[in-house]
């Protein structure tokens, strides 16, 4: 029955986090948890459960476990200030830049971020069930204020806009749906696509900026190398940034922190024959492959998992990472630094 119960949670998490539904079953799910059967009972099952069994496991190696790093500590701990600031706050809200390179875990934490707030605020006004505390949204590539605006509306799930409608018309209704639902934070991910350095980018900010301006919420920002994107170099850009603190998040150096990461996604693993502490023994081999991305890392080890259970050798060793591929970025990184062996 667990078994099954892993499954259908696993389909559950299908559904995008850049709406409405899909954000509320992301916040409602469990973190993924799996209870290996004894090994004489899982010598014994029979085919179909067999199937069933490994079906759950791989869903549960799929998504792992999400590792609490300082850069996670940081986030929430900031974005839970700003916001008890700022609900006092008249005018002028302080807001949050997570600042980054690809793969280094800046949407992992502010979604970390947004479902502490959620459930903080779910447990706090348990009656208000239309309460939206938090709205997350992916700024569309090339993205105008209309389209962002558009992302707004497409997560609160309103009636899709006229050709005919004004980015102002669906900005307000936008506003005063958040403003009724009493939403504390709203986040917009992938914020470089949007490039304030433009003609056409300097119109957007002045959208953001009315957006900032009329609701009552804090603002954070997530997105690749923000500060040198243009995003908030403009004029409205650097009133923006401004109001804004900034976290960095990067690639790890071969540290303790590096260890207790790879020993937390090692302690998920679910597989039979696994030696324990076999990653953090292999931790520095580890961080030379991927360069000391955790985007890296996390797949080098769920796909090393996942292969584990198909050919059934039910462990990850040395030469099982190996026959991994990773992304190109950290394939190149380990040949510069000629640590390959
Ligand atoms: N704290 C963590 N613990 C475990 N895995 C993590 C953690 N942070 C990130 N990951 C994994 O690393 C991968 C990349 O993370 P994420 O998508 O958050 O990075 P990002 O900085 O937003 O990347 P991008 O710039 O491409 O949007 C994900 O698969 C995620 O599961
Ligand atoms: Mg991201």
Redesign the pocket.
């Known amino acids: 029955m667990a078994v099954l119960n892993e499954v259908s949670q696993l389909e559950d998490r299908r559904q995008p986090t850049t709406t409405l539904e899909g954000w509320q079953r992301f916040i409602a799910a469990d973190p993924p948890r799996f209870e290996l059967l004894p090994q004489q009972q899982w010598r014994q099952l029979g085919d179909p459960e067999r199937r069933d069994y490994d079906e759950a496991r791989i869903a549960h190696h799929a998504?792992?476990?999400?590792?609490?790093?300082s850069?996670?500590s940081e986030i929430t701990t900031e974005g839970r200030l700003l916001t008890l600031l700022n609900q006092r706050e008249i005018g002028a809200r302080r807001g949050l830049i997570v600042s980054?390179?690809?793969?280094?875990?800046?949407?992992?934490?502010?979604?970390?971020l947004g479902r502490f707030h959620e459930l903080r605020t779910r447990n706090r006004y348990p009656a208000s069930t239309d309460r939206i505390p938090i709205v997350y949204v992916t700024a569309p590539p090339k993205g105008s204020p209309r389209k962002l605006a558009m992302e707004f509306a497409r997560f609160l799930q309103l009636p899709p806009a006229r050709p005919r409608q004004n980015v102002t018309d669906i900005a307000d209704a936008v506003c005063q749906v958040l403003i009724d639902a009493r939403t504390d934070i709203v986040v917009v991910?992938?914020i470089h696509n949007l490039n304030l350095a433009t003609s056409a980018g300097e119109d957007l900010s002045d959208h953001m900026k009315y957006f900032t301006e009329h609701l009552p919420a804090t603002f954070i920002y997530?997105?690749?190398d923000v500060e040198r994107s243009g995003v908030f170099t403009g004029t409205r850009g650097k009133q923006i940034a401004g109001r804004c603190s900034v976290i960095t998040?990067g690639a790890f150096p071969y540290n303790t922190e590096w260890k207790q990461?790879v020993a937390?996604?090692e302690s998920a693993l679910r597989l039979h024959q696994h030696e324990p502490d076999t990653l953090v023994g292999l931790s520095k081999y580890l961080h030379q492959r991927t360069g000391g991305?955790?985007?890296?890392?996390?797949?080098l080890v769920?796909a090393a998992a996942i292969r584990a259970i198909l050919t059934e050798s039910e462990a990850i060793t040395k030469s099982s990472l190996e026959r991994v591929r990773v992304d190109y970025a950290a394939e190149s990184a380990t040949r510069r630094s000629g640590a390959s062996t």
């Open positions: 998504e792992l476990v999400v590792v609490t790093t850069a996670i980054g390179a690809a793969a280094t875990g800046k949407t992992t934490a502010i979604k970390q991910d992938e997530a997105g690749i998040t990461l937390g996604m991305l955790i985007g890296t890392l996390s797949h769920r």
